[in-house]
Structure formats: C-alpha cells, structure tokens
C-alpha cells in the first residue's frame, strides 16, 4: 500500500511548487512516493551520480559540502533538484540526522510529469535558476 504523499498545502510551502496551482500541484503529487529514512542515513553522497529528488516531510538532515556542513534541512526543504535537470553529480552530501518521512521522484519520473504538463515546467524554472545562482555564487570558480 502507498503512503499517503504531502497535500497540497504542504507542496505549496515548498519553495519549488509554490507558483503551482492547485491542478498542477495534485499532478506533482501522484510523481511523488513516499519513504522512511533513519537516522545517520545517507541520501545523496557529493560527486555520486544523482538520479533523484526529495521534499523533507518530517525530521531533518544535514547537507555537507567538501566535509562542511553548509545546511541544516527539514520540512519542506528538497533536495536533488540539480540532478533532477541534468542528471550530474551531487554538488553535496546530505545525512538524516533524525528520522525522515520524505517524499521521492526519480528524474525519469519528474521528466514524464513535465513532458506530460508542460506548464508545471515553466513555473519552475525561476525557482530553479535562483537555485543555481545561489549555488554557483557559494561554489569558487577554478
């Protein structure tokens, strides 16, 4: 049996979806599965290949840059969103610190949703683009 996923008040409180209407919001939920993490749990390890993406549901983790904890996450945080686009590497390493319920797609998933509903693509991209500004500004350019 399934999980029930986060409702839609709650992916409207994540910072990606929040431009999303309530149509489009139902259409990312039934993308998403939920899961169980334990405490001390690795869910994405910097330099891996990433090929998912996550929303925090419940409990926290912490988000390690270069063995530098740079972020401290928890409910309504994601995580992923890089890999999402472009299926590279992990630009951190981020561990549960507690327990987690969070909620999962894969990028093959997430690329079916847009391709599929092609409008939830446009409203997340300013979202996205401000995320990679900000990375980009944090990371030294070589």
Not at 37 to 47: F, H, M, P, W, Y
Not at 57 to 83: K, N
Request: net charge negative; aromatic share 4%.
């Amino acid at each position: 049996m399934r999980q029930a996923g986060p409702t839609e008040t709650q992916l409207a409180r994540v910072p990606l979806f929040a431009h999303l209407s309530p149509r489009e919001l139902r259409h990312v939920n039934d993308a998403l599965t939920v899961a169980e993490v334990s405490a001390g749990q690795v869910l994405t390890r910097q330099g891996d290949h990433g090929n998912q993406f996550f929303i925090v549901l419940e409990g926290t983790a912490t988000v390690q840059r270069d063995g530098a904890i740079i972020a401290e996450v928890g409910p309504g945080d994601f995580q992923g969103e890089i890999s999402l686009l472009d299926g590279g590497e992990r630009t951190a390493t981020v561990t549960a610190t507690t327990p987690m319920r969070i909620a999962v797609t894969t990028r093959s998933e997430f690329r079916t949703l847009l391709s599929e509903h092609p409008s939830i693509a446009l409203d997340l991209l300013p979202t996205l683009a401000s995320r990679v500004r900000a990375l980009s500004r944090d990371t030294p350019s070589h």
